[in-house]
Antibody
C-alpha cells in the first residue's frame, strides 16, 4: 500500500526557507501514471494546492506561490521535496505531500505542521 | 483561479438519513474531449489526511462505501451520502483538477 511520509522542521523563522521532504514507500515514484505534489492547509482554513511534478521533471505550480516554490524529485531515494523561500506567518500551515492521479489526489501523507515564528 | 463554492457550509442529519452537498464552479469542468468532469470529492476527519472518495465527478474510489455517490456535470456537482453513518461525520471538500492551479471548495461539515 502506498505510503507517504513528510519530514522537516516544525519551526521556521520569518524570511527563511521552509524545506520538506516526502518519502514514498509501497510504490514506485518513477511511474508515468502519477504526479507528486504538495498541498497545505493553514489551521482552521481550507486546502491550498502548491505544486506538483512528474518523475521525469514536468512541473506545475500555483502561480500565487511560483516565485517562492521549488519542487524536486529524487527517484534514486524514492523522495520528493518542497522548498518555500522568504516565509512569513501566512505560510504557517499543515503541509501534505500527495500523489496525484490524473489530478485527483489518491494518496496523502499524514501532514506536518510548519509554524513560521521568530 | 477557479472558485468552487460548496453549499451548505454545514449540515446536520440523523443517522440513516440522506446528506447532500453541492459544489458550484465558476468555470465549466467538462471539456468534452474525453467525456469526463474534472472533479473529485474528499472526506477529511480531524487528525487524519483527507481521503479520496470520488473522482471524475462520479467514479467511486476503491474501498469507498457505496453509500457515497457523486453526480453533476459542467459547473454543478453533488456528493450524496445515501444513509449517513456515525463514521461519516467529517468535513467534505470538492476539488477541480482541470485548471492550474487546482482548487478546492471551502468545505462542508457533516454532523449527526
Amino acid at each position: 500500500q502506498m505510503q507517504l511520509l513528510e519530514a522537516g522542521p516544525g519551526l521556521v523563522k520569518p524570511s527563511e526557507t521552509l524545506s520538506l521532504t516526502c518519502s514514498v514507500s509501497g510504490g514506485a515514484i518513477s511511474s508515468a501514471s502519477y504526479y507528486w505534489g504538495w498541498i497545505r492547509q493553514p489551521p482552521g482554513k481550507g486546502l491550498e494546492w502548491i505544486a506538483a511534478m512528474s518523475y521525469s521533471g514536468d512541473t506545475f505550480h500555483n502561480p500565487s506561490l511560483r516565485s517562492r516554490v521549488t519542487i524536486s524529485v529524487d527517484t534514486s531515494r524514492g523522495q520528493f521535496s518542497l522548498q518555500l523561500t522568504s516565509v512569513t506567518a501566512s505560510d504557517t500551515a499543515f503541509y501534505y505531500c500527495v500523489r496525484h492521479r490524473s489530478g485527483s489526489v489518491d494518496s496523502w501523507g499524514q501532514g506536518t505542521l510548519v509554524t513560521v515564528t521568530a | 483561479d477557479i472558485v468552487l463554492t460548496q453549499s451548505p457550509d454545514s449540515l446536520a442529519v440523523s443517522l440513516g438519513e440522506r446528506a447532500t452537498i453541492n459544489c458550484r464552479s465558476t468555470h465549466d469542468l467538462f471539456p468534452g474531449s474525453n467525456n469526463k468532469n474534472y472533479v473529485a470529492w474528499y472526506k477529511h476527519k480531524p487528525g487524519q489526511p483527507p481521503q479520496l472518495l470520488i473522482y471524475w465527478a462520479s467514479t467511486r474510489e476503491s474501498g469507498v462505501p457505496d453509500r457515497f455517490h457523486g453526480s453533476g456535470s459542467g459547473t454543478d456537482f453533488t456528493l450524496t451520502i445515501t444513509s449517513v453513518q456515525a463514521e461519516d461525520v467529517a468535513l467534505y471538500y470538492c476539488q477541480q483538477y482541470y485548471f492550474i492551479p487546482y482548487t478546492f471548495g471551502q468545505g462542508t461539515r457533516v454532523e449527526i
